[in-house]
């Protein structure tokens, strides 16, 4: 039973986590844009990527969802058409991906130097946990670790995708950027939140919830969330 319950709990804290974000607005853009550009050519490829994208925003804004993500969503395809107009090449729709990419790590780095870990920011935007609770000498280094090992992935998949866009080879670079999005990113919150989640323990903080009324040591820690 131990094992389903964990199960259980990693699938809601996935939902509660990743129903902040626009997974539709980032994933179905790109993989049309792939398909249309072998099947019908370059310029039906971008116009197809944003018809999608302003499709998804107008059903966004119909349900009541987040204008945020509507316009984000549109906006970085928009980008994305530009640029591979712009550069005249059908590989430079991933460029936004790429330079992206290039920026998270940086951020990430400058966390890290700063001792404020770039994980436990996402952490908090999710959560709302009380931010100082990040920063507890028994709790900063668990976000760090998994910090770190975010930035070797960015850094891994960077350097894939520039090869790629290097070499011309747009299919290639629409697989990598398909499988290193979403489903590489899921795979990696779920070992980041097992991580984490056994790090905090070994580390013997405070809860959240310990931490907001100020309770002494011993803690009992934080069980669950990460």
Known sequence: MPEKSKTRELLEEFRSVAGKVGLLDTVLPPVLFLLLNGLAGFTAAMIGALALSLLIAVLR???????????????????????????????????????????????????????????????YLARRWPLEWYWHDRVRPAYTEVTLAWILFFVLRLFWQVTLFQGHDTSQLALVNTLTGWPATIILLILSYLYGTWRLAQLQGPSVEEFRVGAPAPWQGQKRGF
Do not use: C, D, H
């Not at 980008?79 to 998270?104: D, H, M, Q, Y």
């Not at 790590?105 to 952490?123: F, G, H, N, Q």
């Open 61 to 123: 804004i119909r349900r009541g969802q987040s204008l945020l993500y509507a316009l984000a969503g549109m906006g970085s395809v928009g980008l994305a058409v530009a640029l591979a107009l712009l550069l005249g090449r059908s590989e430079g729709f991933f460029l936004p991906a790429i330079v992206n990419g290039g920026l998270t790590i940086a951020l990430a780095l400058i966390s890290i130097l700063l001792r404020k870990p770039m994980v436990a920011w996402t952490s």
